[in-house]
């Protein structure tokens, strides 16, 4: 099937018809370029007919339009020559650096200032007066004028369209990075809240259940006072968390971030939510990230120990070495009837994600010792200057 030409612009149409109608009626009225020709007027209407229909591919066959149009100009000036012919080149030769392939709108104002200067030159030459100069300017008032005219038009329009896009592709980038930082300050919040109040809240699921459970005046006292010690605790990190986000203005203090110096008081918290938990360390000072990371896999490790670990000892140890701090937490594991408390799986997300936030390692999960089975969590934290934060 053939392919059909594209449907001329609107305006381009308005374009044809008027200069024919305006040709027309320059003849009709007798007004001529050069009246001194021994030509019938009537063959000026030859090359304006063929120039006007060429308007109509202004847009569509820019440079074709120019390359015919030229020949009816050329052909104009043996007759005695209509102004509106005229006229409409200049369109077409503005509308082919304009509308025309870039390289045609870099071609053309140099062609046409060339021919411009070799058509002054030329006429000087053989007529040898300075009226010849007025033949270079009209050449270049009708080709290097429009030419020039629709290149700078189209270089502007082409910045403009460029700017706007960079401006675009900077609000799609903006709109990417906050979308990113949103996320990332989501991920952050969900670490955060999980690893201060999991803690306390399962200590509590535990202890009622044996409160509930027990027909013990004494333990389910003790369990109450667990109960209540956590619940306060909770409360009050929840509270201490929920003031932050609230706080636009930047006034409230903000909370210290754990450190290695709190594990004894973790661990010992840990013990009185009936966990036998021992500790070993041995470490130097640690970059603020790396200890913070270190205390909520710790943190964190014993809370799933508490929920899900059998009955014997929880074992913490921390050893640095060769530029990285280790931390590893075992637990007893077996088939203990399902989990004492409720869990999701975000815990042990939270603390892949802070150690790949570190550029470090992480795994969990059972392994045989020869005294029965475990359950291990070991992380691999860098402790050198310029790890990622």
Not at 42 to 60: G, K, Y
Not at 238 to 245: A, K, N, P, Q
Not at 355 to 373: C, M, N, Q, R
Request: with cysteine; hydrophobic share 45%; glycine share 10%.
């Amino acid at each position: 099937m053939a392919l059909l030409p594209p449907r001329p612009h609107r305006f381009d149409v308005y374009i044809a018809a008027g200069g024919l109608l305006c040709g027309v009626l320059v003849w009709a009225i007798g007004l001529y370029t050069t009246p001194g020709r021994d030509v019938p007027g009537a063959w000026t209407l030859v090359p304006l007919a063929v120039m006007s229909p060429l308007e109509l591919l202004r847009r569509t066959r820019p440079q074709a339009a120019v390359a015919l149009g030229t020949l009816a100009l050329v052909a104009d000036q043996f007759t005695k020559g209509n102004l509106v012919t005229i006229v409409m080149y200049t369109d077409l030769m503005y509308a082919a650096a304009l509308y025309g392939t870039p390289a045609a709108a870099r071609r053309l104002p140099v062609t046409t200032g060339l021919v411009t200067v070799a058509a002054t030159i030329g006429f000087v030459v053989w007529w040898r007066t300075p009226e010849a100069l007025l033949i270079g300017f009209a050449v270049g008032v009708v080709s290097f004028g429009p030419a020039a005219t629709g290149a700078l038009v189209r270089y502007h329009r082409d910045a403009a369209e460029a700017a706007r896009l960079r401006a675009e592709q900077t609000a799609l980038l903006a709109e990417v990075d906050r979308t990113q930082a949103v996320t990332a300050e989501r991920a952050r919040m969900a670490r955060e809240l999980h690893d201060m109040i999991a803690n306390h809240l399962s200590a509590i699921a535990i202890h009622s259940t044996a409160a509930l459970s027990l027909d013990d005046p004494r333990t389910s006292r003790e369990a109450l006072g667990v109960i209540r010690e956590n619940s306060v605790e909770g409360l009050s990190e929840m509270r201490r968390l929920i003031g932050i986000l609230r706080d636009s203005s930047g006034d409230l203090e903000p909370v210290a971030a754990p450190t290695l110096d709190g594990l004894g008081s973790l661990v010992e918290g840990a013990r009185t939510n009936g966990l036998d938990v021992t500790l070993h360390t041995e470490h130097t000072a640690l970059p603020a990230p790396v200890e913070l990371a270190a205390y909520r896999i710790v943190q964190e490790s014993l809370t799933n120990a508490l929920k899900h670990a059998g009955p014997g000892r929880v074992t913490v140890s921390l050893a640095q070495r060769d530029g990285s701090l280790t931390v590893t937490v075992t637990s007893p594991y077996g088939d203990q009837g399902g989990p004492r408390a409720p869990g999701s799986g975000a815990g042990l997300v939270g603390m892949r994600e802070r150690t790949a936030l570190l550029g470090g390692t992480f795994e969990a999960g059972p392994e045989s010792t020869p005294d029965g089975k475990i359950w291990a969590v070991r992380a691999t934290l860098p402790t050198t200057e310029g790890d990622p934060a």
